[in-house]
């Protein structure tokens, strides 16, 4: 069964703390993995997708990486507004997304 | 460029009625997602609909049902409410299949 997990659970910053948080997924064929961000009470907002091993991709504080497993999304000298939840999922071609249990992320002033 | 939109963003019904959510996706985009979010639970695949047809479901009773019209929106439908149904259903479309999908802000159903 396609499984996407992701650690941790929750993670606390204080202002300007890089860290990186993880999403790792076992699936039956991979076509893309989609990392997203989600405000309380809100729809998922989209923020990147990656294809291939390799691959990277940035946006402002946040940088995207993919391995033939893995996904980590690094967070570059964060805010106060970049506390979420961030979720990943992987496109299992065609199938549905699959989406991970998310990372709460916390940073503090 | 309007974005995913979703209505009613709250709806209150009671246990044994029924509750239809409507999803209006991106112009241009053929494919709708339904997911349902519970409280404190990660995002559970319901339905994706795609040119009109259901395409996939997941694992949830017959009592969630939907379509898609020919204008590509979406309708989901929960028959025989129960409590536990209480959740945030949120709707994301995509240009097809398998390309990222964009989410509107979600419908809050709340089973009494």
């Known amino acids: 069964e396609d499984q996407v997990t992701q650690s941790p659970e929750a993670l606390r910053l204080q202002e300007g703390e890089s860290s990186s948080l993880n999403c790792s997924y076992t699936?039956?064929?991979?076509?893309?993995l989609f990392w997203y961000r989600q405000d309380p009470g809100k729809g998922p907002e989209f923020l990147f997708t990656?294809?291939?091993a390799g691959e990277e991709k940035e946006k402002e504080r946040l940088k995207a990486t993919l391995t033939k497993k893995e996904s980590f999304l690094h967070i570059t000298a964060p805010k106060p507004e970049d506390s979420a939840t961030y979720l990943c999922?992987?496109?299992?071609?065609?199938?549905?997304?699959?989406f991970g249990p998310g990372t709460r992320l916390s940073v503090l002033p | 460029e309007a974005g995913v939109t979703q209505s009613p963003t709250h709806l209150i019904k009671t246990r044994g009625q029924q509750a239809t959510l409507r999803c209006s996706p991106i112009?241009?985009?053929?494919?709708v997602y339904w997911y349902q979010q519970a409280l404190g639970l990660g995002l559970q695949f319901l339905l994706w609909?795609?040119?009109?047809?259901?395409?996939n479901r997941g694992n949830f009773p017959p009592r969630f049902s939907g379509r898609q019209f020919p204008n590509y929106s979406s309708e989901l439908n929960v028959n025989a409410l129960e409590l536990e149904d209480s959740a945030l259903y949120l709707c994301?479309?995509?240009?097809?299949?398998?390309?990222?999908?964009?989410f509107g802000q979600g419908t809050r159903l709340t089973v009494v």
């Open positions: 994301a479309s995509s240009e097809g299949f398998n390309t990222e999908a964009f």
């Open positions: 699936v039956s064929g991979l076509r893309g």
């Open positions: 990656l294809y291939s």
């Open positions: 999922a992987v496109d299992n071609y065609g199938q549905n997304f699959v």
């Open positions: 112009s241009g985009h053929t494919s």
């Open positions: 609909y795609d040119e009109g047809e259901e395409r």
